[in-house]
């Protein structure tokens, strides 16, 4: 382990941008836009067919796309109606001096969804052969990364779990843990089970 490599600054790109991302539209904003995908998901679902059938819609033609048009429809209008209440909600909090604590509160959400996109990341590719590959064995984060895939094991499906595999790294590239400080003794020990 030398340098950070390409892999390691994908992975603190990707929570680094999502801390941003959330420290910017700030926790309020970020739970909502969270709940407006699920809420307009199971709305389309939900009434898709019933707006189908509606009259504005008779002019397409055949069934498929009216159901697809319902769908979107309900979908859409959704996003729309949360959107307006996040726009109501962040401007309530910053009227009444939350402001900065919904940014931090943010910033501290946007940081979790970012490691939880990285983990879901490295998940798939402990599915996959990329685990095998050396670069990933060069990467500084991919021991930690697969230290927490590993350790959520027994909370995936046993079917899903038994297929994710990271392979030790070759002899050359074995090196102790360059921060025992920084991963703790037992993430440590866990990681060097791995070899």
């Known amino acids: 382990m030398g340098d950070l490599t390409w892999f390691d600054g994908i992975v603190l790109g990707v929570v680094l941008i999502s801390a941003l991302l959330g420290a910017w539209r700030g926790v309020v904003s970020e739970v909502l836009a969270l709940c407006a995908w699920v809420a307009a998901f199971l709305a389309a679902r939900a009434w898709g067919g019933a707006t189908a059938a509606a009259p504005m819609l008779h002019g397409l033609a055949n069934d498929t796309l009216r159901q697809a048009a319902g769908f979107l429809l309900v979908f859409i209008t959704t996003l729309i109606l949360f959107a307006l209440l996040r726009l109501l909600l962040t401007s309530l909090l910053r009227a009444i001096g939350l402001g900065l604590t919904d ?93």
Do not use: D, M
């Open 103 to 195: 940014r931090l509160l943010g910033t501290v959400f946007g940081l979790a969804r970012g490691l939880l996109v990285v983990w879901t990341g490295v998940l798939l590719a402990g599915l996959t052969a990329l685990p095998r590959q050396a670069w990933w064995h060069e990467a500084w984060l991919s021991p930690p990364l697969e230290t927490a895939v590993i350790a959520s094991k027994p909370w995936l499906p046993a079917s899903l779990a038994q297929k994710i595999h990271f392979r030790a790294a070759p002899a050359a590239h074995l090196q102790p843990n360059p921060y025992p400080y920084l991963y703790g003794q037992a993430v440590t020990q866990c990681a060097e089970s791995l070899v």
